[in-house]
């Protein structure tokens, strides 16, 4: 949810990168023979993460709202039950919803893949120092 807070703009515009070159990667990767479980895979987890972004939006949403009442130290479930709470109300609004839909679910997956990418970054250097080497070194 920090990413979506801190970096909406960024976030979205990867959003909607990923929206796009997934499927033209996977369509392309379906014209040969091996990749074609690949790119199934990848449709797959896009689909996942465009659900997983209503979320990962919803409580960023939430967050920022409750921090704007003056209650920014609730709960996640809190922020999560008020984001969800705000976008079923503008949901209910015929042409706004669509766009938000897809604002929603670009800027949760967008988030999500920043998220996923600093995780694995941390996880091949925990300590947070900077290496010059691509993966898990044996001698520090």
Aim: glycine share 10%.
């Amino acid at each position: 949810m920090n990413n979506a807070y801190e970096r909406p703009a960024f976030n979205l515009g990867l959003g909607f990168a990923l929206v796009f070159a997934v499927p033209i990667v996977s369509a392309v990767a379906c014209l040969f023979v091996l990749p074609i479980p690949l790119s199934f895979a990848a449709m797959t987890v896009l689909t996942m993460g465009w659900f997983v972004g209503h979320i990962v939006t919803a409580g960023a949403l939430g967050r920022l709202a409750l921090e704007k009442a003056g209650k920014g130290d609730t709960s996640p479930f809190a922020m999560l039950a008020t984001g969800l709470a705000i976008l079923s109300i503008v949901w209910l609004i015929p042409v706004l919803s669509v766009l938000v839909y897809v604002a929603v679910c670009m800027l949760g997956l967008g988030a999500t893949f920043q998220t996923a990418r600093e995780l694995r970054a941390e996880a091949w250097c925990p300590s947070g120092r900077k290496t010059s080497r691509v993966g898990p070194t044996l001698f520090p």
